[in-house]
């Protein structure tokens, strides 16, 4: 795969390209990403482009990369040409993996409204194929999804998840060690340091902390709140 070697006379030339190529956007490593991809798509023509089984992983790996260098408007610019392109032929594979890229694109962007929509459209294409792999690949994408979207409820509901867990502890115990226990489970599920329990009956003064002591400009900040 060397720079004298002459595409068109080694089959998978391009492939090969665009899998290292996802290797280097897999590692951050946008920019090789991208240069790699730059320099085997100038080498093919735009009717080697319409031969999507070998050359669309170039196409969609350079989207990747131009998203991960933090030019995502470009990335949907070029994915929405590319959808203009081949919805017409109403290829499957060629579509599903489309919208696989605009998923990847919208999880880079850290926008899961859009993947989960990418998401969906994948499956529609891909799922009827009854191709194992592509299928596995809607799976791994839609796991990928869950956890985050987990993790986001999480964080996004602290408060919430402590008084449940405090809700949850058996009778057993004074108010301190209860809110003590449930601090430390909520801790070990958030993967916090440390944190502190306030009750309102106590004003500022933390019923349960773990890890470093809170401060009490802290405490009566979080009072307040």
């Known amino acids: 795969t060397g720079d004298n070697a002459y595409p068109q006379e080694l089959v998978g030339w391009s492939y090969v390209q665009g899998s290292l190529a996802r290797t280097h956007n897999q590692l951050g490593a946008y920019q090789s990403a991208l240069e790699l991809c730059n320099k085997a798509l100038a080498r093919l023509s735009e ?4 031969y999507t089984d070998m050359n669309l992983i170039l196409q969609t790996q350079l989207m990747a990369a131009v998203t991960g260098l933090g030019r995502a408007p470009e990335a949907k610019q070029r994915l929405q040409a590319l959808l203009t392109r081949h919805l017409p032929h109403r290829g499957p ?21 859009s993947a989960r929509e990418h998401l969906r459209q994948m499956e529609l294409w891909l799922r009827p194929t009854g191709i194992a792999p592509l299928i596995e690949r809607i799976d791994a994408l839609s796991r990928t999804l869950r956890v985050l979207e987990s993790s986001e409820r999480q964080a996004l509901q602290p408060e919430l998840a402590t008084s449940q867990l405090l809700a949850n502890l058996p009778e057993q115990g004074t108010l301190t060690e209860k ?38 400009e802290l405490t009566t900040w979080a009072a307040a709140e």
């Open 47 to 50: 009717q080697d482009l319409d």
């Open 179 to 216: 809110a003590a226990r449930a601090l430390g489970v909520a801790l070990e599920r958030s993967g916090a340091d440390a944190g502190f329990i306030l009750l309102r009956s106590r004003s500022s003064e933390p019923c349960a902390w773990l890890g470093v002591a809170p401060d009490a």
């Open 93 to 113: 594979i060629t579509l599903g993996l489309l919208y696989e890229a605009g998923a990847q694109i919208a999880l880079l962007e850290d926008d899961r409204v």
